[in-house]
């Protein structure tokens, strides 16, 4: 049984946290600070150190995990190893050679492609075949460390960011528990990763989920789903923000933006094909089928649903 140092944050690392609990001895959690969350704005604990208040173990918050004062209290702890999977600030090289068998990472995709913050979002969008889970030596560049293990997850023809999301939380924690003991015995070595196939997943802001209607229709429906539920994606109509929660892609031809009649029901043309809205919500109003939300806004068929600005052009990869 190790003793572990856990960073992490959102509901991706909280299946990975809880394994630790159940294997090894946990001795400390490093999260990022409580935010303002929902309306109210009041400060919210991170999904990780609810759980880890839950199980008793010490929490620790950085605003800056890299300033001297949070590298000196990580160093009173002595643990075997630290285990971080979606933690939210870069690890410093003093960080992460202070536990005797390093830092080791719960990344989510088949590395070297898509390093970086967002990679499940960037491999629907991409229209990849599958992506997976990589446990990685970390060093101190952006997801450039050696590996450990890999495991490949399929992505479904429906898959949404949040349901890749959960079933990749799961692989994580699975994966990891596996490989740990591997590696702290030297058995399992750690692997340069490929130089070649290497692509990157930047951070997503909310802008990213405006519609541009000049990309072909298949493109837009991954970016719906890759942005399911965060950051959503959306349009303008008649001056007023329509959210676009679901819809598929279909052959077809029509103006990019312009909603159209069809006997299969209302499309929005696309750079090619057609876009089919199925779930839509208006700045304000509940969520609806595209057919209810027609009838309620007579104007809807024949205008013109806004994209961003040409030189943007934020919705692709």
Not at 35 to 61: M, N, T
Not at 150 to 174: C, F, K, N, W, Y
Request: proline share 10%.
């Amino acid at each position: 049984m190790a003793k572990v140092v856990f960073m992490g944050t959102p509901d991706f690392a909280v299946p990975t946290l809880q394994v630790l609990i159940e294997h090894h001895e946990v001795i400390g959690v490093v999260t990022q600070p409580d935010r303002p969350a929902g309306r109210s704005r009041q400060l919210q604990a991170s999904p990780v150190k609810r759980l880890a208040q839950a199980a008793g173990i010490p929490v620790f918050q950085p605003e800056k995990i890299r300033r001297p004062e949070a590298v000196a209290e990580l160093r009173q702890w002595t643990p075997d190893v630290y285990v971080v999977a979606a933690f939210g600030q870069i690890l410093p090289q003093a960080v992460l050679d202070i536990p005797p068998h390093g830092s080791i990472n719960v990344h989510a995709s088949l590395l070297p492609r898509w390093r970086g913050a967002a990679p499940i979002q960037a491999a629907i969008r991409a229209g990849d075949a599958e992506t997976g889970i990589t446990v990685m030596k970390m060093d101190a560049g952006l997801d450039t460390g050696p590996m450990l293990s890999q495991r490949a997850v399929p992505i479904m023809p429906d898959e949404t960011g949040q349901s890749l999301h959960d079933r990749l939380a799961q692989v994580g924690a699975e994966l990891l528990i596996e490989t740990l003991p591997g590696y702290l015995s030297g058995h399992i070595i750690p692997q340069p990763q490929p130089e070649d196939g290497i692509t990157y997943a930047p951070q997503i802001k909310k802008e990213d989920g405006f519609i541009n209607w000049g990309l072909d229709a298949w493109t837009i429906e991954r970016l719906v789903r890759a942005f399911t539920p965060w950051p959503g994606t959306y349009t303008f109509w008649n001056g007023q923000q329509l959210k676009i929660l679901s819809g598929a892609a279909n052959e077809g031809a029509g103006e990019p933006g312009r909603v159209l009649e069809t006997p299969r029901g209302l499309a929005v043309g696309a750079g090619r094909g057609l876009f089919y809205p199925a779930q839509v919500q208006l700045a304000g109003r509940k969520a609806m089928p595209i057919q209810a939300f027609a009838i309620g806004q007579p104007g809807l068929v024949g205008s013109l649903l806004e994209s961003p600005p040409a030189e943007s052009d934020r919705t692709q990869i």
